[in-house]
């Protein structure tokens, strides 16, 4: 069964600082993975894919099939990032379920 | 995210009263589904649909009905609310643009507690 595992309930960091969130995942077959955030009183919104290989707000995510992470990183945190964070796979090209973790929220402190 | 509407906001209910959430989108795609969110759980799927008339289950759906008659509309349904089901809960629709299947806009939510 497929699994998303994020290690750290809570993450605070300070303005200018690098963050880390960290997303590890189980699955048998070809993973998608993406990160999705919810701003305080906002929906829940896809921040970004790993097939698109983008940056998104100074966001990166590389998807890492030895270690069979999905990390997302930001060189320089800005307070404006402060969120709920969501990793998530969903199964191959023909699944149909996306399966999230448990939720990182970050704290950027001024 | 207009697109995607749920109402109520906010409700309270007794153990053993049902209530619908209510789901509606004006993206016409086919694939709705829904989700709670509970602290330290993150988003766990309850219900999903492929389109009209064809629902199928997610990880935790006991305690839920689905039905899709329409395209625009996929409501939720409690028939005997527990306190269990004390939740906020999440309707989605897949991104129409891209089709792919962990791309979805998700709804404002439906904050729910049961007494």
């Known amino acids: 069964a497929q699994r998303v595992t994020q290690p750290e309930k809570l993450l605070s960091v300070f303005k200018g600082a690098p963050v880390e969130l960290k997303c590890n995942y189980s699955?048998?077959?070809?993973?998608?993975l993406f990160w999705y955030v919810q701003y305080s009183r906002q929906r829940l919104q896809l921040l970004l894919r790993h097939i698109s290989r983008e940056s998104i707000k100074g966001f990166t995510a590389d998807l890492n099939k030895g270690e069979t992470s999905f990390h997302l990183k930001k060189p320089f945190a800005q307070e404006e990032d402060s969120a709920m964070y969501y990793c998530a796979l969903i199964s191959g090209t023909s699944g149909s379920r996306l399966t999230f973790g448990e939720g990182t929220q970050l704290t950027v402190n001024p | 995210n207009a697109g995607v509407t749920q109402t109520p906001k906010f409700q309270v209910l007794k153990t053993g009263q049902s209530m619908t959430l209510q789901c509606a989108q004006d993206m016409n795609h086919e694939y709705m589904s829904w989700y709670r969110q509970d602290p330290g759980m993150g988003l766990r799927l309850i219900h999903y649909s492929v389109g009209a008339g064809i629902t199928d289950q997610g990880e935790v759906p006991n305690g839920y009905n689905v039905s899709r008659s329409t395209t625009e509309d996929f409501p939720l349904r409690l028939l005997s609310a527990a306190p269990s089901q004390t939740s906020v809960y999440f309707c989605?629709?897949?991104?129409?643009?891209?089709?792919?299947?962990?791309?979805?806009?998700f709804g404002p939510g439906t904050r729910l507690t049961v007494l």
């Open positions: 989605a629709v897949r991104n129409p643009l891209s089709g792919r299947a962990g791309e979805q806009f």
């Open positions: 699955y048998s077959g070809s993973p998608e």
